[in-house]
């Protein structure tokens, strides 16, 4: 409740005619002040007008006036500059460390916003108000689109820089481990990612000469030649990373946390490990190469790499198969460009002040066709016209971080159907 009554104040969600003190008294909001994140009162700087008189200063919001002493804000200066208690529920009067009275105003939540709060935040469906969307003007969901896209860049930028803390600022180092989770594709991003930050890139180059080799350190450290096995390419790789193992300290994963299970066997570990190989053989500092790219066509055509001959008839060690050429193919380097190469030179760009790289990220994303899956899918059928990757991320953005969380409140898309709840000529 004490939620919605901050979010009802903040947009002045209310019929302002009938705002009256706890004794009677007229108040007319002429700013309801700025939202405070940090410790002190709810919002700072209000001008409130009571019967006549203009006072500026903070406001508190509680959903019962009792919680103001329950909180200990009698006796903490901070709220002295509190001039408006907003309460759901008055059922104390409440004073400053001073004994002086603090006005209170209770704040009627109109019925038709409660009820599309309740209605919205009790759905059982993914997607809330899926329905609803079209009645959304264009322009306020472009711009809602632009934010969530920058929302979504901030994120993974800050998860980027975790990364470098973690691992001094190198920055072939991060895109390794980001472009090893990358080739998860989803299911087996984690192990992964594991599987990089247990197998430093530093070893991998320097046996990069040999393409072998390199698998050998990649498959074996996935905890994929740890067993007996008739093939001959299989018991090569098995010797080698027996040797690198011993040279470089290697303790390798349990192959049990790689998943194959309705996976298509293009996607199969055991291929996007082999393709993973062919790029660190061919590359010794690939971020640096991809930071001088002029071109997303002259990014793609780095990693465009055809794995070894022996991955031409194999999916798997065990298994046989037809032929077939498994070069990486043009969908999964645009998921590569959206998941590794634009969260990298975005963070870039910022980490260092160099805007052109951010920009670069957003044009890249431009450029690349609208990702296809259930989040997307869902969003286009209600409406909502999807152009490049750049608003399949901004959709994949606001499906996870409102929608699943049921932040309607925060949610652009919410607060104008709320606002529509209140006027519908909104």
């Not at 903490?76 to 400053?96: E, G, T």
Request: aromatic letters at 12%; a neutral charge.
């Amino acid at each position: 409740m004490e939620r919605l009554l901050h979010y009802v104040w903040k947009y002045k969600l209310y019929a302002s005619a009938t705002l009256t003190t706890s004794e009677g008294f007229p108040v007319v909001v002429i700013d309801p002040g700025t939202q405070n994140t940090d410790a002190g009162p709810d919002f700072f700087n209000a001008k409130i007008k009571i019967d006549g008189t203009v006072w500026a200063g903070s406001v508190e919001i509680h959903e019962k006036a009792s919680d103001w002493s329950l909180h200990h804000h009698d006796s903490d200066k901070a709220y002295d500059s509190v001039i408006l208690h907003v309460v759901a529920v008055n059922d104390v009067a409440i004073r400053r460390m001073n004994g002086e009275l603090i006005t209170q105003l209770v704040l009627p939540v109109p019925e038709s916003v409660r009820r599309s709060i309740e209605w919205l935040q009790a759905r059982e469906i993914p997607i809330p108000c899926l329905g609803q969307i079209q009645e959304i003007s264009p322009v306020h969901l472009a711009s809602w689109m632009d934010a969530l896209l920058s929302e979504r860049l901030e994120r993974k930028a800050g998860d980027i820089y975790r990364l470098l803390d973690q691992y001094q600022e190198d920055w072939n180092e991060v895109f390794y481990i980001l472009l090893t989770r990358s080739f998860g594709f989803g299911v087996n991003n984690d192990a992964f990612e594991w599987l990089a930050k247990s197998l430093p890139l530093r070893y991998i180059q320097k046996q990069r000469a040999s393409e072998s080799q390199v698998e050998a350190m990649l498959f074996g450290q996935a905890g994929m030649l740890s067993e007996e096995g008739s093939c001959h390419y299989y018991r090569l790789l098995r010797r080698e990373y027996e040797f690198l193992r011993y040279k470089f300290g290697l303790k390798p994963l349990d192959e049990s946390l790689f998943k194959s299970l309705r996976i298509r066997p293009t996607n199969f570990p055991h291929v996007k490990l082999a393709q993973l190989a062919a790029i660190w053989h061919r590359y010794d500092t690939l971020f640096s190469i991809i930071l001088s790219a002029s071109s997303p066509k002259e990014i793609k055509d780095y990693l465009r790499i055809r794995p070894s001959d022996y991955w031409k008839n194999h999916y798997h060690f065990q298994y046989v198969s037809v032929e077939k050429d498994k070069m990486i193919g043009e969908n999964t380097l645009d998921i590569l460009l959206i998941n590794t190469v634009v969260p990298l030179l975005f963070a870039y760009g910022e980490r260092n002040k160099l805007p052109e790289y951010c920009l670069r990220a957003t044009r890249l994303l431009g450029s690349i066709p609208p990702e296809r899956n259930h989040i997307v899918t869902a969003f286009i059928q209600s409406g909502i016209q999807v152009r490049n990757a750049g608003d399949t991320q901004s959709l994949i953005q606001l499906k996870r971080e409102y929608c699943e969380k049921r932040k309607c409140l925060y949610c652009r898309i919410g607060f104008r159907l709320l606002r529509r709840s209140v006027n519908p000529l909104l």
